[in-house]
């Protein structure tokens, strides 16, 4: 299975901070990379797909990008509705793997 | 607009058989697209169980080996997922999902399934 190392697991941070979350493939998977937002009691939200392609409806303060086995998931400046827990997903080979999780905090 | 909704017992006995169903509207899970089982556990973990497609094919994830089947109605627009032999790590909030573009794009509001004498 693919291993998809994301961090930091937890960090808090100050409205209008700009915000990096990052996740490592332990293989090559291309763009075949999402990201996805989850508030408490909510289900997930699809934020980023094939790695850099912002989801319907969502903020443009969001991006994803990528370096080589890295990806990343960058908020521009922090809103407190971003709160949330995030987690990245590979989709280029089955078992699709899931991050561990960055719960963002406010500061 | 198309609305996933999971149902079934939120509590379940070890060495039983956990069932649920996700009922679908807006759109006829035979007409496109894989329709995928996930589960968060406690402590934030995400695990895809997997999918049937449009269909009628399946495709698991091994770490779930032999206990698990995922089924549909096609007259009632749903799809099922079976876990057999449960145990207390098999607890988590269950969801189903359909993908659009890339995984995952619609999500049911999730179920949470408790294993517990």
């Known amino acids: 299975d693919i291993q998809m190392t994301q961090s930091p697991s937890s960090m808090s941070a100050s409205l209008g901070d700009r915000v990096t979350i990052t996740c490592r493939a332990s293989?090559?998977?291309?763009?075949?990379l999402s990201w996805f937002q989850q508030k408490p009691g909510k289900s997930p939200r699809r934020m980023i797909y094939?790695?850099?392609n912002l989801a319907a409806g969502v903020p443009s303060r969001f991006s994803g990008s990528r370096s080589g086995s890295d990806y990343s998931l960058t908020i521009s400046s922090l809103e407190s509705e971003d709160m949330a827990i995030y987690y990245c997903?590979?989709?280029?080979?089955?078992?699709?793997?899931f991050g561990g999780g960055t719960k963002l905090e406010l500061k | 607009e198309i609305q996933l909704q999971e149902s079934g017992p939120g509590l379940v006995k070890p060495s039983q058989s956990l069932s649920l169903t996700c009922s679908v509207t807006?759109?006829?899970?035979?007409?496109?697209?894989?329709w995928s089982w996930i589960r968060k556990f406690p402590g934030n973990k995400m695990e895809w169980m997997g999918y049937?497609?449009?269909?009628?094919?399946?495709n698991y994830n091994p770490s779930l080996k032999s206990r698990i089947s995922i089924t549909r109605d096609t007259s009632k627009n749903q799809f099922f997922l079976q876990l057999n032999s449960v145990t207390t790590e098999d607890t988590a909030t269950y969801y189903c999902?359909?993908?659009?573009?890339?995984?995952?794009?619609?999500w049911g509001q999730g179920t949470l399934v408790t294993v517990s004498s």
């Open positions: 999902a359909r993908e659009l573009g890339g995984p995952f794009a619609y």
């Open positions: 807006g759109y006829t899970i035979t007409s496109g697209y894989d």
């Open positions: 049937i497609s449009y269909s009628g094919s399946t």
């Open positions: 293989q090559d998977i291309g763009n075949y």
């Open positions: 094939g790695a850099t």
């Open positions: 997903l590979q989709s280029i080979q089955y078992p699709w793997t």
